[in-house]
């Protein structure tokens, strides 16, 4: 049977093969992951064969070589320890529900060989749940109601909620149907506390479940753009504690697109909460209040290009919130008629209805390269995704529902998500670039023949099984999706009219991280993000790249990848959201997709970047910008200790600053002559790019009477651990620096940063970068040596000429990509957390939260 390797091989025995209840009966030769280290924040695991056992006590040769000795309650005990038996087990599994002997004989046949080598890859919940607990969910996500606009109804939708993180799943609400801030509450005589207060009760309850069991909650929040606590929502992450354990996300009307770009006024509005039907009839959903002849109350009116702005703006500074175009996503939707959409996942792939849940699995394109035609294979393809809806369709027949509602719902409609993985590494094959014009050809042949198959597969299900229970043959073809499907693919129409259809939607293209990095291949619908990384071997950290990039660099020795390696951060912003539009005319549900921007884009080309994928037909957009949030520099008032607030150049939000204190507050040591010297309005400096084991540093020095007198950092994402201790870096810096004469401040400085080291390091020499403080030191001291822009530009080709740029060498960090940001993981503590398609992953343990 075949293994897996290194953190492949972690991945699947830790998440998806089946175990032993507990490790009592382990024995010499079994596989096993042994907890190397007892930490309950940071655990470590290890791969390793037990070679010895005496009673509890247990002797483990790791992976690395590597023997240690250690008790069974420190191991865990897969039942499964290769792909070939997860594979058997989910054949039997999704095959038990046909409905005669024969027909389960056949399918167990037709989906193990779907599953051989990683041709379909089942969402994590199937993966890990399938034929091995009828307690264990198959879905990995939901939608849940918009809560009730009652504390009992808040209390309600909380409770249901955690009962659904407990077992796994992730959650998406929206919180329209509640009333807004300062609205009245009868029952009590007072005011309500409004959304967003009630969203932070939910972010907060999501965090208490991260601190327990393996498998991280995530949470989605989302708020219609008519609701009157909209621009609280919009900017609510900037006051730090608030909403700390979701991801937001606005949605937006075609209504309020047209205000904007007509630059007309967009009214912000609720219903009467004194209506005497208002406890019964309200629900959210502000067309059907509308439908009733209901009183609606205005709460003001404002410029939309104003609110678009500080959506654009909010986005931009820290890639949130997200923008779903819910309208559009609506009059899209196949179940238009009978259940809308009101939120999506946490990730954002999947729009649902209330009680609707994520049914995951992706083909794995990579392995549908016909080499000798040098072209898709084609019928292959169409097999496997024919095959593939069957096998989702029996996942909802065979998973245990835990909620009433949700089996009801689900039954109803029988939603399933069919996506892919490996298309960027099918797209190397084929030596197209990325993003490119040859590309976006090919992506749209591509998806639209297994839209088309996979629907024809659903009709022809439904022949033989019966069309979901909701189906509507006149209503369901009228929906946006399908009209488009059908004008391109008559054959569908015909075979819905004759057949019906089994599912209501069929297609999503989901991130698939923690399941893509297993196999080995690209994630989603993604470009690779980078194909150099570090690994750790019984040899040490080693330099590696992805397997495609590592074959062809070993046929061609010496050269440099062709141009059709493209890599996420070397895309331009606009190709990702070209890629994801050309994608998305085939995907009846949604995607997710991560538009990577550098650092230096601008809020103007962000706000363009909205539109385009707003114009091109897509249901939502999500960017990531290097560095996500502009630096916000220190200030002060007039005199007296007095706080204020500047704006940055870039963005129109004020963010929360460390104002000037009098020298009383430094300490009972102040004298007059060291005092705390204040900012003036005008600084001038320079800013200094260096790259550092987390990623490229932006950090600028402004002098004050001639010498430097604060710094500024900005590394990493805005909410990440690194950025946050880059920002107390800058900040205590400053503070040093500001703080009595310069004499020896800058050098005592220099002196005590320089050298500090971390988990990695970048260049050679006397070049070499340990970490953010040692790049925050050798700025300092280009920053003294320059006193021109030539001697500055001469420093920096002599940094350049041993350090080659300081890009291209990493030393000693594992799996951290080369030339991007990473964040510490916490799970194992690694500099090796990568952001990516909307969601976080370590390369070195394999822990990912969306």
């Given at each position: 049977m075949?293994r897996?390797e290194g953190?492949?091989?972690?991945?699947f025995?830790?998440?998806?093969?089946?175990?032993h209840?507990?490790?009592g009966r382990?024995k010499?030769?079994?596989i096993?992951?042994?907890?190397?280290?007892d930490?309950p924040?940071?655990p470590?695991k290890e791969?390793g064969?037990?070679?010895r056992r005496?009673g509890?006590?247990v002797?483990?040769?790791l992976a690395?070589?590597?023997?240690?000795v250690?008790?069974?309650?420190?191991?865990t005990?897969?039942?499964?320890q290769?792909?070939?038996?997860?594979?058997d087990?989910?054949?039997e599994?999704?095959?038990s529900v046909?409905?005669?002997?024969?027909k389960?004989v056949?399918?167990e046949?037709k989906f193990r060989e779907?599953?051989?080598?990683w041709?379909?890859?089942p969402g994590g919940?199937?993966?890990?749940?399938?034929g091995?607990?009828?307690?264990l969910?198959?879905f990995?996500?939901?939608?849940?109601?918009?809560?009730?606009?009652?504390r009992g109804g808040?209390m309600?939708?909380?409770?249901d909620?955690t009962e659904?993180m407990?077992?796994g799943?992730?959650v998406?609400?929206n919180l329209?149907?509640?009333r807004?801030?300062?609205?009245i509450?009868?029952?009590?005589?007072?005011?309500?506390s409004?959304?967003?207060?009630?969203?932070?009760l939910?972010?907060?309850?999501?965090?208490?479940?991260e601190?327990?069991g393996?498998r991280?909650?995530?949470l989605?929040l989302?708020?219609?753009d008519w609701?009157p606590d909209?621009?609280e929502?919009?900017?609510?992450k900037?006051t730090?504690?608030q909403v700390?354990?979701?991801?937001?996300?606005v949605?937006v009307s075609?209504?309020?697109?047209?205000?904007?770009?007509?630059?007309?006024?967009?009214e912000l509005?609720?219903?009467?909460?004194k209506d005497p039907?208002y406890?019964?009839l309200?629900?959210g959903?502000?067309?059907?209040w509308?439908k009733r002849?209901?009183r609606?109350?205005?709460y003001?009116?404002?410029?939309a290009k104003d609110?678009?702005?500080?959506i654009?703006e909010s986005a931009?500074?820290?890639a949130?919130p997200g923008?779903?175009?819910m309208?559009?996503y609506n009059?899209l939707?196949?179940s238009?008629y009978?259940n809308?959409?009101v939120s999506t996942?946490?990730c954002?792939?999947?729009g649902?209805?209330g009680?609707?849940?994520?049914?995951?699995?992706a083909i794995?394109?990579?392995k549908?390269?016909?080499?000798?035609q040098?072209?898709?294979?084609?019928?292959?393809?169409?097999?496997?995704t024919r095959?593939s809806?069957?096998?989702?369709?029996n996942?909802?027949?065979k998973?245990?529902y835990h909620f009433?509602?949700n089996e009801?719902?689900?039954?109803r409609e029988?939603?399933i998500?069919?996506?892919?993985?490996?298309?960027?590494?099918l797209l190397?094959k084929?030596?197209i670039r990325?993003?490119?014009?040859?590309?976006l050809?090919?992506?749209?042949?591509?998806?639209?023949?297994?839209a088309?198959?996979?629907?024809?597969?659903?009709s022809q299900?439904?022949a033989?099984?019966?069309?979901f229970?909701a189906?509507?043959?006149?209503k369901?073809v009228?929906?946006g999706f399908?009209?488009?499907?059908?004008?391109?693919f008559?054959?569908v129409?015909?075979?819905?009219?004759k057949?019906?259809?089994?599912?209501?939607?069929?297609?999503?293209?989901a991130?698939?991280g923690?399941?893509?990095?297993?196999?080995?291949?690209?994630t989603g619908?993604?470009p690779?993000?980078?194909?150099e990384?570090y690994?750790?071997?019984?040899?040490?950290?080693?330099?590696?790249l992805?397997?495609?990039?590592?074959e062809?660099?070993d046929a061609?020795p010496?050269k440099?990848?062709?141009d059709?390696?493209?890599?996420?951060m070397?895309l331009?912003?606009e190709?990702?959201i070209?890629?994801?539009?050309a994608i998305?005319r085939?995907?009846?549900?949604?995607?997710?997709?991560?538009?990577?921007?550098?650092?230096?884009f601008t809020?103007?080309?962000?706000e363009?970047?909205?539109?385009?994928a707003?114009?091109l037909g897509?249901?939502?957009?999500t960017?990531?910008?290097?560095?996500?949030r502009?630096?916000q520099?220190l200030?002060a008032?007039?005199?007296?200790g007095?706080?204020?607030?500047?704006q940055?150049?870039?963005?129109?939000t004020?963010?929360?600053?460390i104002?000037d204190?009098?020298?009383?507050?430094?300490g009972?040591?102040?004298?007059s002559d060291r005092?705390?010297?204040r900012r003036?309005?005008v600084?001038r400096?320079?800013t200094y790019?260096?790259n550092?084991?987390?990623g490229?540093?932006?950090?600028?020095?402004n002098?004050?009477d001639g010498?430097?007198?604060e710094?500024?950092?900005?590394?990493?994402k805005?909410g990440?651990?690194?950025f946050?201790?880059?920002?107390?870096?800058?900040r205590?810096c400053?503070l040093f620096?500001?703080?009595?004469?310069?004499g020896?401040k800058?050098?005592?400085l220099?002196?005590?940063?320089?050298g500090?080291?971390?988990?990695?390091?970048i260049g050679f020499g006397a070049?070499?970068?340990?970490?953010?403080?040692d790049?925050v030191?050798?700025a300092?001291?280009?920053h003294?040596e320059?006193?021109s822009e030539q001697?500055a530009?001469?420093?920096?080709g002599?940094?350049?000429?041993e350090a080659?740029?300081?890009?291209?060498?990493r030393?000693?960090?594992?799996?951290?990509p080369s030339?991007?940001?990473?964040d510490?993981c916490?799970t194992?503590?690694?500099?090796t957390?990568?952001h990516?398609?909307g969601c976080?992953?370590?390369s070195t343990?394999?822990f990912?939260k969306?």
């Amino acid at each position: 049977m075949r293994r897996l390797e290194g953190l492949s091989e972690k991945i699947f025995l830790d998440r998806y093969a089946r175990k032993h209840a507990d490790a009592g009966r382990v024995k010499k030769g079994d596989i096993v992951l042994a907890l190397i280290k007892d930490d309950p924040k940071f655990p470590v695991k290890e791969v390793g064969e037990v070679v010895r056992r005496d009673g509890t006590e247990v002797e483990v040769r790791l992976a690395s070589g590597e023997t240690i000795v250690t008790n069974t309650d420190r191991l865990t005990h897969p039942i499964e320890q290769t792909p070939d038996q997860m594979w058997d087990r989910l054949a039997e599994a999704m095959a038990s529900v046909e409905a005669t002997p024969a027909k389960q004989v056949e399918w167990e046949r037709k989906f193990r060989e779907l599953l051989d080598d990683w041709k379909l890859v089942p969402g994590g919940r199937i993966a890990a749940g399938a034929g091995a607990s009828d307690e264990l969910t198959l879905f990995n996500c939901y939608v849940v109601p918009s809560p009730k606009d009652s504390r009992g109804g808040i209390m309600e939708t909380l409770k249901d909620m955690t009962e659904i993180m407990a077992r796994g799943g992730g959650v998406g609400m929206n919180l329209s149907s509640l009333r807004p801030r300062r609205a009245i509450v009868q029952g009590v005589n007072g005011a309500s506390s409004g959304a967003v207060s009630w969203g932070g009760l939910f972010s907060y309850t999501t965090g208490l479940i991260e601190q327990g069991g393996s498998r991280r909650g995530a949470l989605m929040l989302m708020l219609n753009d008519w609701h009157p606590d909209l621009l609280e929502f919009i900017t609510v992450k900037e006051t730090m504690g608030q909403v700390t354990n979701a991801n937001l996300s606005v949605c937006v009307s075609d209504s309020f697109m047209d205000a904007v770009k007509r630059d007309l006024e967009w009214e912000l509005v609720f219903p009467d909460t004194k209506d005497p039907d208002y406890d019964e009839l309200w629900t959210g959903d502000l067309d059907d209040w509308r439908k009733r002849g209901k009183r609606i109350v205005s709460y003001g009116k404002h410029r939309a290009k104003d609110i678009w702005h500080r959506i654009i703006e909010s986005a931009w500074k820290s890639a949130e919130p997200g923008v779903v175009f819910m309208e559009r996503y609506n009059k899209l939707s196949n179940s238009w008629y009978f259940n809308p959409i009101v939120s999506t996942n946490p990730c954002g792939e999947q729009g649902l209805p209330g009680w609707g849940v994520c049914n995951l699995s992706a083909i794995n394109l990579s392995k549908f390269y016909d080499e000798k035609q040098h072209d898709v294979a084609w019928e292959e393809l169409g097999k496997a995704t024919r095959w593939s809806v069957r096998f989702l369709d029996n996942v909802i027949d065979k998973t245990p529902y835990h909620f009433e509602q949700n089996e009801a719902n689900q039954k109803r409609e029988r939603r399933i998500g069919l996506g892919t993985m490996g298309l960027a590494e099918l797209l190397i094959k084929l030596r197209i670039r990325y993003g490119s014009e040859e590309s976006l050809r090919l992506l749209d042949k591509l998806y639209g023949f297994m839209a088309k198959e996979a629907y024809l597969a659903s009709s022809q299900l439904a022949a033989e099984k019966g069309s979901f229970p909701a189906f509507d043959s006149a209503k369901f073809v009228q929906s946006g999706f399908m009209q488009e499907l059908i004008g391109a693919f008559p054959e569908v129409g015909k075979a819905i009219a004759k057949n019906g259809m089994r599912n209501v939607t069929v297609i999503t293209q989901a991130p698939t991280g923690s399941t893509g990095t297993m196999v080995g291949t690209s994630t989603g619908i993604e470009p690779y993000f980078a194909f150099e990384y570090y690994r750790q071997s019984r040899l040490g950290y080693d330099k590696q790249l992805v397997p495609i990039a590592q074959e062809w660099k070993d046929a061609n020795p010496g050269k440099d990848l062709p141009d059709y390696f493209v890599s996420a951060m070397e895309l331009s912003a606009e190709n990702h959201i070209r890629v994801q539009a050309a994608i998305q005319r085939w995907v009846d549900s949604s995607i997710s997709k991560t538009a990577n921007c550098p650092a230096d884009f601008t809020v103007e080309d962000t706000e363009r970047l909205y539109e385009l994928a707003y114009e091109l037909g897509c249901k939502g957009v999500t960017i990531y910008r290097d560095g996500s949030r502009d630096v916000q520099v220190l200030s002060a008032a007039g005199g007296g200790g007095d706080s204020t607030k500047e704006q940055s150049d870039k963005a129109a939000t004020d963010i929360p600053v460390i104002a000037d204190q009098p020298a009383s507050l430094l300490g009972s040591g102040a004298v007059s002559d060291r005092k705390y010297k204040r900012r003036p309005s005008v600084l001038r400096g320079a800013t200094y790019k260096i790259n550092t084991p987390f990623g490229m540093a932006y950090i600028t020095i402004n002098d004050l009477d001639g010498a430097p007198a604060e710094i500024f950092l900005n590394v990493g994402k805005a909410g990440s651990d690194v950025f946050a201790m880059a920002e107390a870096l800058g900040r205590v810096c400053s503070l040093f620096l500001r703080y009595g004469d310069h004499g020896d401040k800058v050098r005592l400085l220099v002196k005590h940063l320089k050298g500090i080291g971390g988990s990695g390091a970048i260049g050679f020499g006397a070049n070499r970068v340990d970490s953010i403080a040692d790049a925050v030191a050798k700025a300092l001291e280009m920053h003294v040596e320059s006193g021109s822009e030539q001697q500055a530009a001469a420093l920096e080709g002599e940094w350049k000429k041993e350090a080659g740029d300081n890009v291209a060498t990493r030393e000693a960090l594992p799996y951290a990509p080369s030339g991007n940001e990473v964040d510490l993981c916490p799970t194992c503590g690694s500099a090796t957390l990568i952001h990516s398609e909307g969601c976080k992953q370590c390369s070195t343990c394999g822990f990912s939260k969306c």
